[in-house]
């Protein structure tokens, strides 16, 4: 069965370095997505991404945050400068055409230290 | 307004019990409502979705209860099992857009054997 995979499954960096967390969707769908969950909480979106561009984005989604398809298969979340509440489960999420159900990945978890 | 409202917290049941989690939302612009069933250390997992032209559907052991007028909604686990006990959240979003998900706070179950 296809999946969404997700790499690293954990990230532990300073504050202030850059990381980029990486997602590789399933291979026919067509919208992607980036949430979070903080620990113990509920998991928000940050951003949707179609046709090579974003659709939406939240109010967390700032200008520390930048995401990428560099090539047909991955699609990436790029955080510039990280900060201590960061730290966080990051989940990629894709969906097919029309209105279907959105597969999550397991999710990387990143420690900001 | 993007907000979803979920009760209880948490829930404990007896093996066989029909645990019931609910969720109320105010923007009636959402038109599609998932629920989601999470492992710890796993991405939440599609358990089983409504619209809104439906009261009530059905998939297993899993029901969901859908109030268009009250604007909220359940899911219903008959007969569970301590192999149901995982946090569940309920979500909700729009058919215009990116459709992304606007979670609840999730209700951590344990089935007692």
């Known amino acids: 069965e296809p999946e969404v995979t997700q790499t690293p499954s954990h990230q532990v960096t300073q504050m202030g370095q850059e990381v980029i967390l990486r997602c590789v969707p399933i291979?026919?769908?067509?919208?992607f997505y980036w949430y979070r969950q903080i620990l113990g909480q509920k998991v928000e979106f940050l951003v949707s991404?179609?046709?090579?561009?974003?659709?939406?984005k939240s109010e967390i989604f700032d200008d520390q945050f930048s995401v990428e398809r560099p090539d047909g298969s991955n699609f990436t979340l790029k955080i510039r400068s990280t900060k201590l509440e960061d730290s966080a489960m990051y989940f990629c999420?894709?969906?097919?055409?029309?209105?279907?159900?959105?597969?999550f990945g397991p999710g990387t978890r990143l420690t900001v230290l | 307004q993007q907000q979803v409202k979920q009760s209880p917290q948490s829930l404990i049941v007896q093996k066989g019990g029909i645990p019931i989690i609910n969720c109320a939302y105010e923007?009636?612009?959402?038109?599609?409502f998932p629920w989601y069933q999470q492992f710890p250390g796993k991405g939440p997992a599609l358990l089983i979705a409504?619209?809104?032209?439906?009261s009530e559907k059905k998939e297993g052991r899993f029901t969901i209860s859908f109030n268009k007028s009250a604007k909220q909604f359940s899911l219903h686990i008959m007969d569970s099992q301590p192999g149901d006990s995982a946090t569940y959240f309920c979500?909700?979003?729009?058919?215009?857009?990116?459709?992304?998900?606007?979670f609840g706070t999730g209700t951590r179950l344990t089935v007692i054997p």
């Open positions: 999420a894709s969906r097919g055409p029309g209105l279907g159900e959105q597969f």
């Open positions: 291979s026919n769908h067509l919208y």
């Open positions: 991404f179609y046709n090579n561009e974003i659709s939406e």
């Open positions: 923007n009636t612009a959402f038109d599609y």
């Open positions: 409504i619209r809104p032209d439906v």
């Open positions: 979500a909700a979003s729009m058919r215009t857009g990116a459709n992304n998900l606007f």
